[in-house]
C-alpha cells in the first residue's frame, strides 16, 4: 500500500440474538427447519396480525449497552422502513432509526500483544431480520422461505475510527467476542449469526476530512473482512492515483476471486420513508429494569483481564488471550480454583489444550478434559512427578478417558526419575558414550548441550527431568 | 404536482395509473394537497409530535417459543408454493 | 317474531323459550335474503355454518347459565378475520381472502355465545365516508335508497338499521361508526383507542383504528362493548384496563356544549342537538359551553396522518402470500405492480400516494411532523375541556344522508364530511353516536364524547336520553327495499 495514503473504516455488525423466539412474535428462531415451517402469522404479515416486541431481545440490547459503557435510551421508539423486496414480508422492516435502544459507546479493541485500542460504538439498535430468497432450486421461479423473517437483530455501528482492514477485522472479532461472553448471540458466523458490513474510504495521510465511502455489505467472516477491505482500500487508492474518483456506492465481497464488485442495488429505492410504527407504543425502559439486567450482567472481559493480571500476575498478553472466549476464562479460573499454579494453568491452556482443541474442532464447552482433571496434572507438574514430556503423555490419555491423573501415572509408570543416583549414571553413560560431543562442548561449543541431554532423556525414556540432567552434564563437564 | 412527481410516488407505492386515472389522480393530489395546507397557519413550535393519542407503554412479551400454526394452512391462500415455498416471478441474483 | 328487538328482549325471549336460537338464526337470514339485493349490506352470508352455531346455542341456552349473547345474531364488517370464512376489506386484493385465524374481536364475540349472520360491506380498506368505494358495489341507505348509509362502516349500520341484525361490529377511524350510524338513525360507539383489541382487525390506520358496536340502542351497544372489550397481549396498543363500568343511573353530569362547531352546521340538524340539549338539561345534567380548537386543521393532519400509516401497512398486498395476483407479468415488480393496481381501486390508490408523498424525503417534516404536532394540539384541546366537563355533546355529520354519486367526485368534499368525527379519533376519545330527530325523513345524529376510557359516562349519557326519547326506535319501512 502507498504510505500517502490513509484508508478510514466505520463496520455495521448484524447480530443475530440468542432468543428462543422471534422479535415480534412467539415463533421459534430454532434454524435449519423446512421452510416457512418457521412462519406464524405475524412473520408472514398475515392482514390483521401484530407485533409485540420480545423482552429477552430488550434485556440483550441493554446488556451490550452497558458492556460498551453505553448510554441507554430511556424511552426509544421503532420505526418503520418502507421498501418492497419478496423476503420482506410487510413491505417494510420494523427497525430503529432516530431513537435506537442504544447510544453512543466505547468497545475495547485488544490487539494481539495484548495492547488496547477504544473503537467508538455510534449506536446499536433493535431489528428484524428478513426472510430468505432461494434462487437456484426452481427453474422459473424464486422462493421465498420466511423463517428468518422476524429474528432478532442488534445492529451495532461503529464510528469510522479504524485506520487499516486489520483493525476492522479486528474490531469485528472483538465485536463477536463480546457477544459470545454475553451470551446474547450464539457466534456462529456459518449460519450467519453475525453479518458485517464496512464502510470504507481513503484520504491522504495529513488530511482531516474524509473521502469518498463505498459500502461492503454482508461479510460473514473475520478473514473475509479483512481481505476485503484491502482489496478495496487498494483498489480506491488506485482510483485516486489515476486521478479518478471514488463512487459511492453499495459493493459485494466476491470470496472466489477475492474482489469487491458493485452491487445493483437490491432494493427499489433509497427514500425508505421511516417513521414512527404505529402498531408499536415508545418503548420506555424504567430503572428498575436496567438495574435488573444490570445484577445479571457477567464479569466483562475487561474486568476480568485486568483481576488475572493483578491477582494472577499475568502478562498483559497472556491474560488477553485468556479472556478472549468466557468459557476458555472460566475453565482457566476453576482450573486455579483446583489448585493449579495460575502460570501453568495459563500455558497449558492456551498451549497444548489449545491445540488438541483445535485438532479436533472443538471449543472450550466440549472439552473431554475437567478443569479438574487439568489441575491435577499441572499439580503433578509443580510437584516434578512429572516432566513436561511426560504430562504431555498424561494428557493426551486423560483426554480420551475418565481415569485418574495419578491412576494412570501409577499404571503406565510414567513418574519422573527422581532418583538421582539413577540420573548420575545415565549422564556418566551418555557422557563415556559420546566422547567426541564432549570435546566440542570442552573447547566452547555450549550448543551441543542439547543434543546431550536430549540422549540422556531418550535413555530415560522421557522420565528424566531435562533441567535437573542440564544441571548436571554441567557439573560433571565443569562448565 | 409534476410528473416526475407522481411517477416517483407511483414507484416507491408499487402502482400504476392509466391516463384518464392519473389526471384525475393529479387533480385530486393536487386539492389534497392544497386543502392540508390549512395544517400552516397552526402555529406548532415548540410542540411534540403525538404519534398515539392515549398514553400507554410498549409492553412487553416473554420470550417464549410456540407452535401455532399450519404451513399447509397458510399456504392453500398464497397464488403460488412449491416444496413449502412462496414462489415469485424469478429474481436474478445479482452477484 | 318481530325486526328491531332489542338484545334484553331477545335475551328474554330465547331463554323463556319463546323461539329458539335456530329460529332467530332463520328469521334474520329470511330478512337478509328479502333485503339485501336492495340494500347490499352483506359482502357474505354464512347460513349454514350461522344455523349450526345457532343449534350449538340452543343447546348451551338448555343449560342452566348460558353466555350473556347466546343464541343471538351479530354481523361482522368484512375487516375482522373469520377463520374459514372470507375477508374481503371489501376490495378486490383480498376478493377471495380466507384467514386462517379469527380476529380477537370475532373469538370473543364468539365466545359470548352471539351467532355471526355474516360479513358486512364497508368501504374498500375502510377507506370512504359513503360506503361507494367497495369493491362489492355502493350500499344503500335503508330510510332512502338513494342515499349513501354514510361509511365505511355503511354495510355494518344499514343492516342493522334494516332490521338485518340486532348486533353488528365496525371499526372507526376517523368516523367510520359514528357517522353511517347517524346518517342510518342507529346508535354506534367509537370506543377510546386501545379499549378493543386490533388483533386480525384488518388495518388501515392503525394509531386510529378502533372496532366497535353498532346496535339500536345505547344499551345493546353496551352489551356488545362487553363481548369486544379487555385487554389483548396481542395487541401492543391495546390498554390493560378492566371493563366498561356504568356510573351509578342517577348520576348527574356537566355537559360540554362547543357552541362553535355549530356555527356552520345545517340549521336543521343544528335545532336537532339544540333539543337534545334542553332534554339533558331537563333530565337534570348541566350544560356549559366549551372550546375545541384547531378543529379544521385537524382534518388535515388526520387525513396526513391517516393516509401515510396506510401507504405502509397495505404494502404488504403484493401478491405474494395472499389476495389478488395478476395472472401475467414480466418479472417481479411487474408482477407487484401489476398485482396491486388491479387489487386496489382508486380511493385506495389516491390514500397511498398521499401517504407515500407525506412521509417522503424532503415532505416528511412540513406534513406527517407538522400533523403529529396539530394531534397533540387537538388532544390536548380535548383534555383540558375535560377538566371542566364530563362529557361533550356535538354533532356528527354537517349533513343527513346525501345522495349516491353526489360527492364522488370530490375527493376534499368528501373529507369534510368527517369534520366533527375526526378530532375525536385524532385524540384517541370515546364517542357515542345517537339519534336525535328527523330532517326531512332521513335521521339526524349527535354524539357524546368522554375523556379516555369514560365508555360507562358516554353510554349512561346515551341511556339516559333513549329512556327519554324513542328517535333510536324509529324504523325505516323498508317497502321499497323489499323484494319478496
Ligand atoms: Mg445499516
Ligand atoms: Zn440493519
Aim: glycine fraction near 6%.
Amino acid at each position: 500500500m502507498s504510505s500517502k495514503w490513509e484508508p478510514v473504516v466505520g463496520i455495521e455488525v448484524h447480530v443475530q440474538l440468542a432468543t428462543r423466539s422471534k422479535i415480534f412474535s412467539s415463533t421459534s428462531v430454532e434454524f435449519g427447519a423446512e421452510p416457512n415451517k418457521r412462519a406464524n402469522l405475524i412473520d408472514v404479515a398475515m392482514p390483521g396480525a401484530l407485533p409485540v416486541l420480545n423482552e429477552e431481545a430488550v434485556t440483550m440490547a441493554v446488556k451490550f449497552g452497558l458492556a460498551i459503557d453505553a448510554e441507554i435510551a430511556e424511552r426509544c421508539v421503532f420505526d418503520r422502513k418502507n421498501y418492497f423486496y419478496p423476503d420482506l414480508p410487510k413491505g417494510y422492516q420494523i427497525s430503529q432509526f432516530e431513537s435506537p435502544i442504544v447510544g453512543r459507546g466505547q468497545l475495547s479493541v485488544f490487539r494481539e500483544d495484548g495492547s488496547v485500542r477504544q473503537i467508538g460504538i455510534t449506536r446499536a439498535h433493535l431489528e428484524e431480520d428478513a426472510g430468505k430468497s432461494v434462487h437456484d432450486r426452481f427453474s422459473e421461479s424464486t422462493g421465498i422461505d420466511l423463517n428468518r423473517a422476524g429474528t432478532p437483530l442488534l445492529e451495532i455501528v461503529t464510528e469510522p475510527d479504524m485506520r487499516s482492514a486489520a483493525e476492522a477485522a479486528a474490531c469485528f472479532r472483538q465485536i463477536h467476542s463480546l457477544v459470545s461472553w454475553l451470551g446474547i448471540c450464539d457466534g456462529n458466523l456459518a449460519e450467519g449469526s453475525m453479518r458485517c458490513d464496512a464502510n470504507v474510504s481513503v484520504r491522504r495521510v495529513g488530511d482531516t476530512s474524509f473521502g469518498e465511502r463505498t459500502e461492503i455489505k454482508n461479510i460473514n467472516s473475520f478473514r473475509f473482512v479483512e481481505r476485503a477491505l484491502n482489496y478495496e482500500i487498494e483498489r480506491q487508492i488506485d482510483i485516486l492515483e489515476a486521478g479518478g474518483e471514488v463512487v459511492r456506492e453499495t459493493r459485494h465481497y466476491d470470496a472466489d476471486r477475492d474482489m469487491t464488485l458493485s452491487m445493483r442495488s437490491k432494493e427499489l429505492s433509497d427514500d425508505y420513508r421511516y417513521f414512527p410504527d404505529p402498531d408499536l407504543l415508545p418503548l420506555r425502559l424504567s430503572s428498575e429494569f436496567l438495574d435488573r439486567v444490570r445484577s445479571t450482567m457477567p464479569e466483562l472481559p475487561q474486568q476480568k483481564l485486568e483481576r488475572f493480571i493483578t491477582d494472577y500476575s499475568l502478562a498483559q498478553s497472556v491474560a488477553v488471550r485468556l479472556t478472549r472466549d468466557s468459557n476458555l476464562a472460566s475453565y482457566f479460573e476453576s482450573t486455579i480454583a483446583s489448585g493449579a499454579d495460575p502460570h501453568l494453568a495459563a500455558n497449558w491452556l492456551l498451549g497444548e489444550v489449545a491445540a488438541a482443541l483445535n485438532r479436533e474442532e472443538k471449543d472450550y464447552t466440549d472439552t473431554p478434559v475437567s478443569s479438574a482433571q487439568l489441575a491435577d496434572l499441572i499439580k503433578r507438574i509443580q510437584d516434578k512427578t512429572l516432566s513436561s514430556t511426560l504430562a504431555k503423555e498424561v494428557l493426551e490419555l486423560i483426554w480420551t478417558s475418565d481415569d485418574s491423573v495419578d491412576d494412570i501415572i501409577e499404571r503406565q509408570g510414567l513418574r519422573q526419575l527422581d532418583d538421582a543416583d539413577e540420573v548420575r549414571t545415565l549422564v556418566e553413560r551418555i557422557i563415556v558414550d559420546h566422547p567426541d560431543q564432549v570435546e566440542q562442548i570442552r573447547s566452547g561449543a555450549t550448543k551441543v548441550m542439547g543434543f546431550l541431554v536430549g540422549q540422556v532423556m531418550k535413555a530415560s525414556q522421557g522420565k528424566a527431568d531435562p533441567r535437573q540432567v542440564s544441571d548436571l552434564l554441567k557439573r560433571m563437564l565443569n562448565i | 404536482m409534476d410528473d416526475e412527481t407522481i411517477e416517483r410516488l407511483l414507484t416507491l407505492s408499487q402502482l400504476s395509473l392509466d391516463i384518464e386515472d392519473r389526471e384525475k389522480i393529479r387533480r385530486d393530489l393536487d386539492a389534497i394537497i392544497g386543502f392540508i395546507e390549512i395544517m400552516d397557519q397552526v402555529n406548532t413550535e415548540e410542540v411534540e409530535p403525538l404519534a398515539h393519542a392515549v398514553d400507554l407503554d410498549q409492553p412487553l412479551r416473554k420470550d417464549r417459543a410456540v407452535i401455532d400454526f399450519d404451513r399447509d394452512v397458510f399456504q392453500s391462500i398464497a397464488p403460488k408454493t412449491a416444496d413449502g415455498f412462496y414462489l415469485v416471478p424469478k429474481v436474478l441474483d445479482q452477484n | 317474531m318481530k325486526p328491531f328487538i332489542g338484545v334484553q328482549e331477545l335475551r328474554n325471549d330465547l331463554r323463556a323459550k319463546k323461539y329458539s336460537a335456530v329460529e332467530l338464526a332463520h328469521f334474520y337470514l329470511d330478512c337478509i335474503s328479502e333485503l339485501n339485493d336492495s340494500i347490499n349490506c352483506f359482502i357474505t352470508v354464512d347460513a349454514d355454518r350461522c344455523l349450526d352455531r345457532a343449534a350449538a346455542a340452543d343447546r348451551h341456552l338448555a343449560e342452566s347459565d348460558p353466555q350473556p349473547l347466546c343464541g343471538i345474531p351479530i354481523a361482522h364488517k368484512d375487516l375482522f378475520c373469520t377463520a374459514g370464512l372470507r375477508t374481503t376489506c371489501a376490495s378486490n386484493m383480498l376478493g377471495s381472502f380466507i384467514a386462517p385465524y379469527d380476529s380477537t374481536v370475532v373469538k370473543q364475540i364468539a365466545e359470548a355465545g352471539a351467532v355471526t349472520l355474516g360479513k358486512t360491506n364497508m368501504d374498500e380498506f375502510a377507506m370512504g365516508s359513503s360506503n361507494e368505494t367497495s369493491w362489492f358495489g355502493v350500499v344503500r341507505n335503508p330510510w332512502n335508497l338513494s342515499r349513501v348509509p354514510g361509511g365505511s362502516s355503511g354495510g355494518a349500520a344499514a343492516s342493522v338499521s334494516s332490521g338485518m341484525t340486532p348486533l353488528a361490529t365496525g371499526s372507526d377511524t376517523g368516523g367510520s361508526i359514528r357517522q353511517p350510524a347517524s346518517l342510518c338513525g342507529i346508535t354506534g360507539l367509537k370506543p377510546t383507542y386501545g379499549r378493543v383489541s386490533r388483533f386480525g382487525m384488518i388495518a388501515f390506520a392503525s394509531s386510529l383504528d378502533q372496532g366497535g358496536p353498532l346496535a339500536h340502542s345505547a344499551s345493546d351497544v353496551y352489551e356488545l362493548l362487553a363481548a369486544m372489550e379487555g385487554h389483548d397481549p396481542q395487541d401492543s396498543t391495546s390498554a390493560d384496563i378492566g371493563k366498561t363500568v356504568l356510573p351509578e343511573s342517577d348520576r348527574s353530569f356537566v355537559i360540554g356544549y362547543p357552541e362553535s362547531l355549530f356555527d356552520d352546521l345545517d340549521k336543521n340538524i343544528a335545532a336537532c342537538i339544540e333539543r337534545a340539549r334542553q332534554q339533558f338539561e331537563a333530565l337534570g345534567h348541566r350544560i356549559e359551553v366549551v372550546e375545541l380548537p384547531h378543529i379544521d386543521a385537524a382534518i388535515a393532519a388526520y387525513y396526513v396522518l391517516s393516509s401515510a400509516e396506510a401507504s405502509t401497512n397495505l404494502a404488504r398486498y403484493d401478491g405474494v402470500r395472499y389476495g389478488h395476483r395478476t395472472d401475467v407479468s414480466e418479472d417481479l415488480l411487474d408482477m407487484y405492480c401489476r398485482s396491486r393496481t388491479e387489487g386496489f381501486g382508486l380511493e385506495v390508490k389516491r390514500r397511498i400516494l398521499t401517504g407515500t408523498y407525506s412521509l417522503s424525503v424532503g415532505y416528511f417534516d412540513a406534513y406527517y411532523l407538522k400533523a403529529q404536532k396539530i394531534r397533540r394540539l387537538v388532544r390536548d384541546g380535548f383534555l383540558s375541556a375535560f377538566e371542566s366537563v364530563d362529557m361533550i355533546l356535538a354533532p356528527v355529520t354537517p349533513n343527513t344522508a346525501f345522495e349516491i354519486n353526489s360527492l364522488k367526485a370530490d375527493p376534499v368534499e368528501m373529507y369534510k364530511q368527517d369534520l366533527y368525527t375526526i378530532p375525536v379519533s385524532l385524540a384517541g376519545l370515546p364517542a357515542l353516536a345517537l339519534p336525535c330527530g328527523f330532517v326531512d325523513d332521513l335521521p339526524v345524529g349527535m354524539q357524546l364524547i368522554g375523556p379516555h376510557f369514560a365508555e360507562g359516562e358516554v353510554l349512561a349519557g346515551g341511556m339516559a336520553f333513549q329512556g327519554e326519547t324513542d328517535w333510536h326506535e324509529h324504523h325505516p319501512s323498508l317497502e321499497s327495499a323489499s323484494t319478496s
